[in-house]
């Protein structure tokens, strides 16, 4: 990515940031993918929050299949997206504190995405990129021992948020960078269409999760993190607090947690006997072979997830082939990118590090 400034003295009379230089053609290359290809795909823009990337094709992608999941699969779909959660909001605190001077908050959050890392590696067979869901369902069941490396694995992460607000949410540096700094108003962020942490911290109430609930997120409770503030400084609390209703929602899905499968029955009638006994003994579901002919009907779907950046939208057009004809993927950091210029305009040159670690931005994610 290219900031381009231009200033009168240090104060920012204009602002363009240049995306481009990262472009990795995800919309056009689905276009000549298979449906099941296309998961991986789908991922790779959104590194640190592969989960509700991948969740939020599968839920467009289901809507064309007219495919029921079961239960147990939504609240393991809502687990993995919270574990990501907490990582990608780890990931953008660490860079944040390292744009800003602060290694010690670089090397914290990167190490305490760790263990969030190595469960989901122990249940998906990968630390980021799983393809993890797919149309009906998951490919895996919870590991026997997965609960109580769960719950041992939030605990830690909430003790450890105190030893984050010693050493840098409440570290008068932070507050004296931060505060008052890269203002977006309620009525300007409502009006660019900033999305997730950013708009909330401008006290705009929306997330998907709750104004148009999927999966069964209607049936937890979790809060709604919103500031007024609307700076750099809110925007790095709500972030904060996020990861709290992280860590609440997880115990809440552990605690929760239907019985029966993790699989549609309409795609389980699909499974060959051979198939079957491999899944018993390895309590893994080997898709390819049940999805290599998968052909969605004639006909569009439109998803919308909240990732850990903010709203992800997908839409698809079927033509009754194995390929879609139109892919559309959009980006929390794609909407959020518009945020730099109501951010800076009228700051300090020296500012733009803070506004732009508060803004949590993902080049590849924007440049899809």
Not at 46 to 56: C, Q, R, V, Y
Not at 98 to 120: H, K, Q
Not at 254 to 262: A, C, H, M, T, Y
Not at 356 to 364: A, H, N, R, T
Request: aromatic share 10%.
């Amino acid at each position: 990515m290219r900031l381009i400034a231009e200033v009168d003295g240090d104060i920012i009379v204009a602002f363009e940031p240049n995306i481009g230089y990262v472009h990795r053609a995800v919309e056009k290359i689905a276009e000549t993918k298979t449906y099941l290809q296309i998961i991986p795909l789908v991922e790779r823009p959104m590194l640190p929050d592969t989960a509700s990337a991948n969740l939020g094709y599968i839920l467009a992608l289901e809507k064309l299949l007219d495919v029921e999941v079961p239960p147990r699969a939504q609240y393991l779909r809502m687990l993995l997206c919270e574990m990501s959660r907490i990582h990608s909001h780890l990931y953008g605190l660490g860079i944040f504190g390292n744009m800003i001077g602060s290694s010690t908050v670089f090397e914290w959050a990167f190490a305490d995405r760790e263990p969030f890392l190595e469960l989901t590696q122990q249940w998906t067979g990968a630390r980021l990129t799983a393809s993890f869901m797919v149309p009906g369902g998951i490919r895996r069941d919870l590991p026997q021992d997965f609960k109580d490396k769960a719950l041992k694995a939030v605990a830690y992460m909430e003790q450890r948020l105190k030893d984050y607000d010693k050493i840098f949410v409440n570290n008068p540096v932070t507050i004296a960078r931060l505060e008052g700094v890269g203002v977006i108003k309620k009525s300007e962020a409502a009006r660019i269409g900033i999305v997730g942490p950013n708009l909330r911290a401008s006290g705009v109430a929306y997330d998907v999760r709750k104004i148009e609930p999927y999966c069964a997120y209607g049936d937890l409770d979790f809060d709604l993190i919103v500031r007024e503030e609307g700076d750099c400084y809110a925007r790095l609390l709500v972030r904060r607090e996020e990861i709290k209703q992280s860590i609440k929602l997880i115990r809440q899905i552990l605690d929760k947690l239907p019985s029966g499968s993790f699989f549609a029955e309409k795609y389980l009638k699909l499974i060959t006997p051979k198939m079957k006994e491999l899944m018993d003994k390895s309590n893994i579901l080997r898709f390819p072979a049940v999805f290599s002919a998968l052909k969605p009907a004639k006909g569009d779907a439109i998803s919308r997830v909240e990732a850990g950046r903010g709203e992800l939208f997908y839409y698809i057009v079927s033509d009754g082939t194995a390929q879609p004809y139109r892919f559309r993927m959009v980006t929390p950091s794609f909407k959020n990118v518009i945020a730099f210029k109501a951010a800076l305009l009228g700051g300090r040159l020296a500012d733009v590090p803070s506004v732009y670690g508060s803004l949590d931005y993902f080049p590849p994610e924007a440049d899809r």
